[in-house]
Nanobody
Framework: QLQLVESGGGLVQPGGSLTLSCAAS????????VGWFRQAPGKEREAVSC????????GYADSMKGRFTMSRDNAKNTVYLQMNSLKPEDTAVYYC?????????????????RGQGTQVTVSS
């Protein structure tokens, strides 16, 4: 059974950077497509980014493209989300989700596994 644990969230000033980690245990993450999602209080879930099992990443939203970069380290069984030029509107709980069969676009419809999330707060 795949288990995902996020870390790296916290409080950062506008314009700052954070790197979130999504560490997998139970099985190897190598063959899974992995996405990052976020949800702010009172708002709907928003898709952030995704990386395919082959290591190709894509950003879902124009507002985050160029600021957020996703990568994976198969040796560490971990994927990362590097977030730069953070804005107050990026404040949310960020969580990673993974699926073996659904590709990055399929993850928008659902996924088999997800973590509990990590809080990111962008504020001065």
């Amino acid at each position: 059974q795949l288990q995902l644990v996020e870390s790296g969230g916290g409080l950062v000033q506008p314009g700052g950077s954070l790197t979130l980690s999504c560490a997998a245990s139970g099985v190897t993450l190598n063959y899974y497509h992995v996405g990052w999602f976020r949800q702010a209080p009172g708002k709907e879930r928003e898709a952030v980014s995704c990386i395919s099992s082959g290591g190709i990443s894509l950003g879902y939203a124009d507002s985050m493209k160029g600021r957020f970069t996703m990568s994976r380290d198969n040796a560490k069984n971990t994927v990362y989300l590097q977030m730069n030029s953070l804005k107050p509107e990026d404040t949310a709980v960020y969580y990673c989700a993974a699926d073996l069969a659904r590709d990055c676009w399929g993850l928008l419809d659902g996924y088999d596994f997800r973590g509990q999330g990590t809080q990111v707060t962008v504020s001065s």
